[in-house]
């Protein structure tokens, strides 16, 4: 039985691909890619020449009627998103489940993602972590499920793109300004940064800002304080 690989890739630093991500893009048939180009980019650099064809959030459907004849031709395919792990904010899913539902297996190849790299060095705390990701731009709808989030309890990460950053930072200011923030910009790039503070300090840094560029996640601590135990 044929098989799809969903494959992990760097999320900015290419050093971070993993040596199974590379066996797994030279020994496959067919790559399928959210956005081929920036894939080949990749390819290219590890010198890997696949076919490769399209697999975005706007014909994820389509695609994967064609990645299931081709495993049930006999063919492996790996599926790689832009940046990170597929599935997380990124197409995927939907490939995923109608693989497995047409009868073949998914094997995971895990790697980079920009919430658990910034998870890593956010020192939240606790035993819960919710992962929300992109929320909806429209202002409205955006501060009341921020507001839903601070309100749960727990700590969470969110996606946002640079040009609605401070918006985002001024809802969860608004709600709660001294809730402890922490923001990963470009993370693993040559120009990251993590920048830490109060809800409104942090506003305070980036409403400053002539300009922001790159991507960010961004870490909003609990209700709780953490707590570190001697034990």
Do not use: W
């Amino acid at each position: 039985m044929s098989e799809l690989y969903i494959v992990g890739t760097p999320i900015g630093n290419l050093g971070d691909i993993t040596y199974r991500a590379l066996e797994t893009f030279r020994t496959v048939d067919v790559i399928a890619a959210e956005d081929t180009r920036h894939t080949l980019q990749l390819l290219n650099h590890f010198e890997i020449s696949k076919p490769l064809i399209s697999c975005r959030a706007q014909n994820e459907e389509s695609a994967s009627n064609k990645i299931i004849q081709l495993l049930d031709g006999g063919q492996s395919v790996a599926y790689a998103s832009d940046a990170g792990t597929p599935g997380i904010s990124d197409p995927g899913s939907v490939l995923a489940a109608r693989v497995r539902q047409a009868g073949h297996k998914v094997v995971p190849i895990p790697g980079a993602s920009a919430f658990a790299t910034l998870a890593s060095v956010a020192g939240g705390g606790g035993k819960t972590l919710v992962f929300e990701g992109f929320l909806s731009p429209k202002p409205g709808r955006r501060k009341a499920r921020v507001k839903e989030l601070m309100e749960g309890g727990n700590a969470f990460i969110l996606y946002e793109s640079p040009f609605r950053i401070v918006k985002l930072l001024g809802d969860i200011a608004d709600i709660d300004s001294e809730r402890r923030v922490v923001v990963g910009r470009e993370l693993t790039k040559l120009h990251e940064e993590i920048s830490e503070g109060t809800a409104r300090q942090v506003l305070d840094d980036y409403s400053s800002r002539a300009k922001v560029q790159g991507e960010l996640a961004v870490f909003v601590s609990g209700l709780k304080k953490t707590q570190v135990s001697d034990e």
